[in-house]
């Protein structure tokens, strides 16, 4: 998700009309545009009339300010899954929240089907501990019913004061009954980066999100590994990206940079040509080239799937685990006057070095590791993909993924994909028949 500040449109509009009315069809542009705006007047007038036959004859007396909120939140909500309108209130949180410390109990949160799903509990938050798993449908919070709130609604009632209590009623796929999970609420320090050392050799490098706070602590671990491991010792570094939903664009490209001499990283495409951006790698490898090994499943989303195809088009790592999210779209913060909150718009889609679209596909693994999930939480720990979430964008190329594994064993000594990492980079292929690395589509520029 990209932050950016739009300017006013209307000097630009008034000279793009200018320059179609003044070529040879000019009168035939203005009648057409002239037509779309009668066609959307035509529809904002019957919205009009909607609102003042509800303020008129509604049984209670409405709210104005409620009303104008709803209609924008199912305009943008009608357009995909990550567009949404923010009020002033929920602006202000995810400012919070993407500064990499709030109040609540450390989830990140999605809408499905009128019920708010678990995209990733964060580690070490009171919903890590309580055992939400990704892929969990919240259906009351403190027993009051989801459905018929609004995402913002919803995440505002699970936070509150420190050291007090909700209650969760999960619907997790496989279990026979919903279950009621109590969690106490705590401040939230995300802390996107941990690391130790392995064997005396490896790095180990876990990065939980792509907030203001990450590429630092990237750098930070890095450099801490390579006083703890002469270079001449060093394997290689393992970054584990498993069940990161995603974040700040910025911070993707500055923690793709840090694996990268050079080159693209990501591309963004829109709906005009002249949209296109593209975002390259800055800085230098800070590993000094270094082998590398990157960890994803089927929650790691957006941010997570740019690091991971930008890394793998230029054969810079080897991904073990199973196929990510899919989630390739971009979201743009439009922020919308004092006091009006802001807009997160679906503006382009996200496009590897190579020109993959990750949307509704994701990215394969090289060498796909499948976990040994426990006989209680078989069938229930699938991760939802973008392209089985209502109203996703349709991948711009190619057929759409379903979704994959998303389950990480909580004890290092039962996880298999962190250790075919392990194994890989001392020089043994975990998984002969899964092994061969597929060659890009088309070479990457460098």
Request: net charge negative; hydrophobic share 35%; with cysteine.
């Given at each position: 998700?990209?932050?950016?500040?739009?300017?006013?449109?209307?000097?630009?509009?008034?000279?793009?009309?200018?320059?179609?009315?003044?070529?040879?069809?000019?009168?035939?542009?203005?009648?057409?545009?002239?037509?779309?705006?009668?066609?959307?007047?035509?529809?904002?007038?019957?919205?009009?009339?909607?609102?003042?036959?509800?303020?008129?004859?509604?049984?209670?007396?409405?709210?104005?300010?409620?009303l104008i909120e709803g209609a924008i939140n199912g305009m943008v909500?009608?357009?995909?899954?990550?567009?949404?309108?923010?009020?002033?209130?929920?602006?202000?949180?995810?400012?919070?929240?993407?500064?990499?410390?709030?109040?609540?109990?450390?989830?990140?949160?999605?809408?499905?089907?009128?019920?708010?799903?678990?995209?990733?509990?964060?580690?070490?938050?009171?919903?890590?501990?309580?055992?939400?798993?990704?892929?969990?449908?919240?259906?009351?919070?403190?027993?009051?019913?989801?459905?018929?709130?609004?995402?913002?609604?919803?995440?505002?009632?699970?936070?509150?004061?420190?050291?007090?209590?909700?209650?969760?009623?999960?619907?997790?796929?496989?279990?026979?009954?919903?279950?009621?999970?109590?969690?106490?609420?705590?401040?939230?320090?995300?802390?996107?980066?941990?690391?130790?050392?392995?064997?005396?050799?490896?790095?180990?490098?876990?990065?939980?999100?792509?907030?203001?706070?990450?590429?630092?602590?990237?750098?930070?671990?890095?450099?801490?590994?390579?006083?703890?491991?002469?270079?001449?010792?060093?394997?290689?570094?393992?970054?584990?990206?498993?069940?990161?939903?995603?974040?700040?664009?910025?911070?993707?490209?500055?923690?793709?940079?840090?694996?990268?001499?050079?080159?693209?990283?990501?591309?963004?495409?829109?709906?005009?040509?002249?949209?296109?951006?593209?975002?390259?790698?800055?800085?230098?490898?800070?590993?000094?080239?270094?082998?590398?090994?990157?960890?994803?499943?089927?929650?790691?989303?957006?941010?997570?799937?740019?690091?991971?195809?930008?890394?793998?088009?230029?054969?810079?790592?080897?991904?073990?685990?199973?196929?990510?999210?899919?989630?390739?779209?971009?979201?743009?913060?439009?922020?919308?006057?004092?006091?009006?909150?802001?807009?997160?718009?679906?503006?382009?889609?996200?496009?590897?070095?190579?020109?993959?679209?990750?949307?509704?596909?994701?990215?394969?693994?090289?060498?796909?590791?499948?976990?040994?999930?426990?006989?209680?939480?078989?069938?229930?720990?699938?991760?939802?993909?973008?392209?089985?979430?209502?109203?996703?964008?349709?991948?711009?190329?190619?057929?759409?993924?379903?979704?994959?594994?998303?389950?990480?064993?909580?004890?290092?000594?039962?996880?298999?994909?962190?250790?075919?990492?392990?194994?890989?980079?001392?020089?043994?292929?975990?998984?002969?028949?899964?092994?061969?690395?597929?060659?890009?589509?088309?070479?990457?520029?460098?």
């Open positions: 998700m990209r932050k950016t500040l739009l300017f006013p449109l209307g000097a630009l509009t008034g000279a793009c009309l200018t320059l179609l009315a003044t070529s040879p069809q000019g009168g035939q542009w203005v009648a057409r545009a002239a037509a779309g705006a009668d066609d959307a007047y035509s529809q904002l007038n019957l919205f009009g009339e909607v609102f003042e036959r509800v303020k008129a004859s509604y049984v209670e007396k409405p709210d104005n300010a409620k909500t009608s357009l995909d899954p990550h567009s949404r309108y923010m009020n002033d209130k929920a602006w202000t949180e995810m400012q919070e929240t993407t500064s990499g410390e709030f109040g609540g109990l450390g989830i990140e949160v999605t809408m499905e089907e009128g019920l708010v799903k678990v995209v990733a509990p964060i580690d070490d938050t009171p919903a890590s501990k309580a055992g939400l798993l990704s892929g969990d449908l919240i259906s009351k919070i403190d027993g009051e019913a989801v459905m018929g709130m609004t995402l913002e609604q919803a995440v505002n009632k699970m936070k509150g004061p420190v050291d007090t209590k909700t209650k969760l009623t999960i619907v997790r796929k496989g279990a026979d009954a919903p279950l009621d999970v109590a969690i106490t609420r705590e401040i939230i320090h995300v802390r996107p980066v941990r690391f130790h050392t392995e064997g005396g050799d490896i790095g180990y490098i876990r990065v939980t999100s792509f907030n203001e706070q990450t590429t630092d602590g990237l750098r930070k671990a890095i450099a801490s590994i390579s006083k703890e491991i002469p270079q001449e010792k060093l394997a290689g570094y393992v970054v584990d990206l498993r069940n990161n939903p995603g974040g700040l664009l910025d911070q993707a490209v500055s923690v793709s940079s840090a694996f990268l001499a050079r080159g693209e990283v990501v591309s963004t495409r829109g709906r005009n040509p002249e949209e296109t951006q593209r975002f390259s790698a800055h800085g230098g490898d800070l590993t000094k080239g270094k082998p590398l090994v990157v960890l994803i499943n089927g929650g790691s989303a957006s941010a997570s799937e740019i690091v991971a195809g930008a890394l793998h088009d230029h054969k810079r790592a080897t991904l073990i685990g199973t196929r990510s999210f899919g989630k390739g779209s971009v979201q743009t913060i439009i922020p919308l006057g004092t006091g009006s909150g802001a807009l997160a718009l679906t503006t382009a889609r996200y496009y590897t070095p190579s020109g993959r679209s990750i949307q509704a596909q994701g990215i394969a693994p090289d060498i796909e590791i499948l976990q040994d999930v426990p006989p209680e939480l078989k069938g229930r720990v699938d991760t939802m993909a973008e392209s089985q979430m209502r109203g996703h964008l349709s991948a711009a190329d190619g057929s759409e993924q379903t979704g994959s594994q998303s389950y990480v064993p909580p004890e290092e000594k039962d996880d298999k994909a962190l250790h075919a990492a392990f194994d890989f980079l001392h020089g043994v292929t975990a998984n002969a028949a899964t092994a061969a690395r597929p060659t890009p589509k088309a070479a990457v520029p460098n």
